[in-house]
């Protein structure tokens, strides 16, 4: 019997491998682009210019390459092509959404872990990763006052963070194995939060079987915290009806306006109650950074769990959002699931950092925050936020002796909500309501056609209003009065 012919088949590493001075060129290039983007961070307007699908997919798109390209033209098309089809999201007037401005080592450190497979796994294979995340939690624990000896997993950003928190609330309140047995068979699980908590929650609970009609939404007081007795009113109902309530949703800093909900009276009403206590604190739990806003903040000390997202207010890279716990079991008992071809890697008493979370293949998210608390210290940090914060109060100040705007809220934290409203608009309120939502929309519109400033808008109370959120480190009191200017230029050309 004839043995078969055999191929020769080429090393991989002859088809796909880099001569190291090639990379270098590379690098060398990939940051001199970096370099002249931060070198003139308002070179780009914060929207780009409209974009047709067929011109750009034949610049982007087009057919499957079949041959490689020189790698210098790689880089060419994405700096002639795909920058300019990008928001800005560096730029010093970027004052909308929660968005802030990723600092410059943070970016370049985001290139090593993805060039050598820097990740947290199990402890034999990647101890140094695995310890980085574990004290990058610890770290935002103390930074926020949670506990100065906190757990917690790095995701995507606050909303996969929310949902941990969630699954992990519905493991240790529901009352039953609820990871065998499911929620048939058992009364309805009900979570707790106000009407001004982020969408999160109820996707959450939609995709953890629960349901998003079990997510109670309680009205606000004026000013959009939530409302106590309305509370205590809906769980008591929920008794009434058989159901089981579970958790309670407090916000520390609302997308719409950074209102912080009454955190010690809600975590006495958990307690109470037996409710898992989650702070939902992506955005404002930073806050307590500032000294003067720290003590509003002081029942974050008595949650069962905490979301921050590093990067919105410490300006961090995507992704880093981190979901906090007292304890490691807490996120273990809640995802842990050690299949056959892991048990070779898995020793019961190390810290197998995948054991904490969904996710098995993920990046190092931790590393970055790690390296800029390192280069800058609390002290940068606390400065900045306190900043922010002070600039949001200027603002209101400012809004509320204008003449021709309207202040909406006084800041809680860095987000100022306000109206522009022209004198020259003219009948009784109720034609004029309507017509200033109207304006106040069509201003958010011409921002981002313009491009050199940017506040979104938000509806509160039915009305539409602009929404300035301070998180940016580059924010400074000059580029908020550009932006305010430019606000007013615009809303008197929409207004003739």
């Known amino acids: 019997m004839s043995s078969p012919e055999t191929q020769e088949i080429a090393p991989a590493e002859h088809v796909m491998a880099m001569d190291p001075e090639q990379i270098r060129a590379l690098g060398y290039r990939i940051v001199d682009l970096i ?42 098309t994405i700096r002639r092509d795909l920058l300019p089809a990008s928001a800005n999201y560096i730029h010093p007037r970027l004052l909308g959404y929660v968005s802030s401005t990723p600092l410059p080592l943070t970016g370049l450190i ?35 006052g949670f506990s100065d000896q906190a757990a917690g997993y790095m995701t995507t950003g606050g909303s996969w963070a929310n949902l941990m928190g969630l699954a992990v609330a519905r493991l240790r309140r529901c009352g039953w194995d609820v990871k065998e047995e499911g929620l048939g068979g058992h009364p309805a699980l009900c979570a707790y939060t106000s009407n001004q908590a982020h969408s999160c929650h109820e996707q959450s609970m939609r995709l953890l079987g629960m349901g998003a009609a079990q997510l109670r939404q309680i009205a606000v007081d004026d000013d959009y915290r939530i409302d106590l007795a309305a509370l205590e009113a809906a769980i008591q109902t929920d008794l009434a009806a058989g159901l089981k309530p579970f958790c309670l949703l407090a916000n520390a800093g609302t997308t719409n306006t950074g209102a912080i909900d009454p955190l010690e009276a809600m975590a006495d009403l958990a307690e109470h109650h037996g409710l898992w206590f989650h702070v939902d604190g992506a955005y404002g739990a930073f806050a307590a950074l500032d000294p003067q806003v720290r003590p509003q903040l002081a029942g974050l000390s008595r ?70 608390l390192k280069q800058y210290g609390l002290e940068s940090f606390r400065a900045m936020v306190s900043q922010h914060i002070a600039l949001a109060r200027r603002l209101g100040e400012w809004v509320d002796a204008a003449d021709d705007f309207e202040l909406i809220t006084r800041p809680a934290l860095s987000v100022c909500c306000f109206r522009y409203r022209p004198q020259v608009i003219p009948g009784d309120a109720a ?3 309507p017509e200033l939502d109207r304006l106040n929309l069509a201003l ?52 003739r």
């Open 444 to 495: 958010e519109n011409a921002l981002a056609r313009d491009g050199r400033a940017l506040v979104t808008g938000t509806e509160l109370n039915g009305r539409r209003v602009l929404r300035c959120c301070i998180v940016n480190h580059r924010a400074t009191w000059e580029g908020i009065e550009y932006t305010l200017a430019l606000i007013r230029e615009l809303g008197q050309k929409l207004t």
């Open 303 to 372: 949650a069962d769990s905490v979301v921050v997202d590093p990067h919105k207010w410490l300006n961090m890279p995507y992704d880093a959002g981190c979901v906090l716990t007292r304890k490691w079991s807490d996120l273990s008992d809640t995802f842990a699931l050690i299949p056959t071809y892991l048990e070779a890697g898995h020793a019961e008493e190390a810290h197998d950092h995948w054991k904490h979370g969904f996710e098995l293949t993920r990046t190092d998210r931790a590393l970055k925050v790690w390296v800029a």
């Open 35 to 76: 370099t002249e983007e931060l070198g003139a961070p308002d070179r780009r307007p914060i929207y780009p210019p409209p974009h047709r699908w067929d011109e750009l997919d034949r610049r982007l798109g087009g057919e499957l390459p079949e041959q490689g390209s020189d790698p210098f033209a790689v880089i060419e």
């Open 431 to 433: 034609q004029t309501e």
């Open 110 to 144: 985001e290139a090593l872990v993805a060039s050598v497979r820097l990740f947290p796994y199990t402890w034999s294979l990647t101890p140094g990763s695995c310890l980085i995340e574990a004290v990058v939690a610890r770290w935002l624990g103390q930074m926020v």
